[in-house]
């Protein structure tokens, strides 16, 4: 499951752990795991945004896994919509940041491996083809927006809120709403409710995993993670891909068989 992660403040113990003061990053099962899709690359040679933003999040996971003061570390770089707003304080910093730039260093934090799994896995599988389609240039500016709109759309959400919100999940996210929109027949290998191989469209996966979204926005106590942040990456990368997409690729895999 993609997830972006408020944090919880440091003086709180965590539901994982006495010793952990984030929440867990995967309270709930996908009901599909993507592993592979069939859809070669077109128009670039190697994904290289790909390859590096998944580089950049593991390195600054393992870095952060190391460190001494992780929590109050990974604070300072947190969005805290009561900070960005200026409604209130968060939990103690241990290094200065601009609240504003913390809408971009917040998607390369993660709070456990699952969390960091999950949302690496996605881009992995999605974020090649979508890369393709836009070339390297503007699927980097793609990815980042779609990230600082869902970091802006859950500090909306909560705008005096000091829980500071972690994770790569609102950029995937858009990640995905780009993928279903331009390549939404193309097969994916699944690992169905976490047992089951299977090849089904892209739409069926990654509908299924848009309308959960949307499901548990309506359930705001289903555990702590920010539903809303994903909703705004969607919303993000559905408005942007017409706009970032080479223009001679087609949206909806226009022109080509139901089934490939």
Known sequence: MLLDQPAAPVALKSITGPTSPFPTANRFAP??????????????????????????????????????GREALMASFAVV???????????????????????????FFHGDPLHLAGNMLFLWVFGDNVEDAMGHIRFIAFYLLCGIFAGLTHAWITPDSEVPLIGASGAVAGVIAAYLMLHPRVRVWVLAFKVLPLRVSAAVVLGIWIITQIVMVLVPSMGPVAWWAHIGG???????????????????????????
Do not use: C
């Open 31 to 68: 009901v599909f795991v993507p592993l592979q899709d069939d859809n070669p690359l077109k128009y670039v040679h190697r994904q290289y945004v790909t390859f590096t933003l998944i580089g950049l999040n593991v390195a600054i996971f393992l870095a952060t896994m190391a460190e001494g």
């Open 81 to 107: 919509p009561g900070e960005l707003f200026g409604f209130g304080y968060g939990p103690v910093q241990s290094v200065g940041f601009s609240e504003n730039l913390t809408l971009i260093s917040y998607m």
């Open 234 to 260: 969607l919303v993000a990368g559905a408005v942007l891909v017409p706009f970032f997409k080479r223009p001679d690729v087609p949206l909806f895999d226009r022109g080509l068989p139901a089934a490939r």
